[in-house]
């Protein structure tokens, strides 16, 4: 996955999915609402654009460290349930 940074400002990170799509785009925005962020996404183009993920939050960092934990732990228990 490669992730190109944009901005980063106080409370305001921007960045690009540049191999991702909507999937994970979408995860991120949904998970960060869980941990106080806001955070929203666009797509400039529906077939070759790259997701652009804004997260909005008192610090976004810690934000995106605890998203990025959830993703681990949803990733697993989807791995462990598809176990036969």
Same mark, same amino acid.
């Given at each position: 996955? =490669? ?15 540049? %191999? =991702? ?55 697993? %228990? ?7």
């Amino acid at each position: 996955m =490669e992730i190109k940074k944009l901005s980063k400002k106080d409370g305001v990170w921007e960045f690009q999915l540049v %191999s =991702e799509d909507h999937t994970l785009a979408n995860l991120v925005k949904e998970l960060s609402w869980l941990h106080k962020a806001e955070a929203g996404y666009r797509v400039d183009h529906p077939l070759i654009g790259k997701p652009t993920v804004k997260v909005v939050a008192k610090n976004p960092k810690a934000s995106l460290d605890k998203v990025a934990k959830d993703i681990v732990k949803l990733s697993k %228990s989807v791995q462990n349930a598809l176990k036969l």
